[in-house]
C-alpha cells in the first residue's frame, strides 16, 4: 500500500472511533433536576413523568435528543426543565398523591 492508503484508512479508522464514543445521560436528556442521593417517593416519579409528558418530549425519537436534531424538541425540554424546577412540579405531585415532603425542592419551598 501507499502512504496515501494508509493515511486514508487511519483518518476513517479515527473518525469512526471518535463518532462512537458514548452520549453522557445529562446531553441526552439534559441536567439532572434531582439532588442525588436521596430516593424519590412514587408521587414525584409520576409527577415528572406527567411533565414530560405534558411538554411532548414522549413523541420524540432517541435521535432526536441532540441538541442540534430539532427545534422543537429543545423548546420542549426547556419547558420540562422549566416547569420541573417551578411550582408546577410540587402542584403536579400534590395532584399525584404526594405530600409536602419533595426530595427534589429546597426545603424552604412550602405550599400554599
Known amino acids: 500500500m501507499n502512504r496515501k492508503h494508509l493515511i486514508a484508512i487511519a483518518a476513517i479508522a479515527f473518525a469512526g472511533a471518535a463518532s ?3 452520549v453522557s445521560q445529562e446531553d441526552q436528556f439534559g441536567a ?19 411533565l414530560w ?13 441532540t441538541p442540534d436534531a430539532d427545534p422543537a ?26 405530600g409536602h415532603n419533595v426530595a427534589g425542592m429546597a426545603s424552604s419551598t412550602t405550599m400554599n
Do not use: I, K
Open 20 to 22: 462512537s464514543a458514548p
Open 73 to 98: 424538541y429543545q423548546m420542549r425540554l426547556a419547558q420540562y426543565q422549566r416547569e420541573r424546577s417551578g411550582p408546577e412540579y410540587l402542584a403536579e405531585v400534590q395532584r399525584v398523591g404526594g
Open 32 to 50: 439532572q433536576p434531582v439532588e442525588q442521593g436521596q430516593p424519590l417517593t412514587r408521587a414525584e416519579v409520576v409527577a415528572d413523568l406527567n
Open 53 to 65: 409528558n405534558r411538554a411532548g418530549l414522549n413523541q420524540f425519537e432517541a435521535a432526536d435528543r
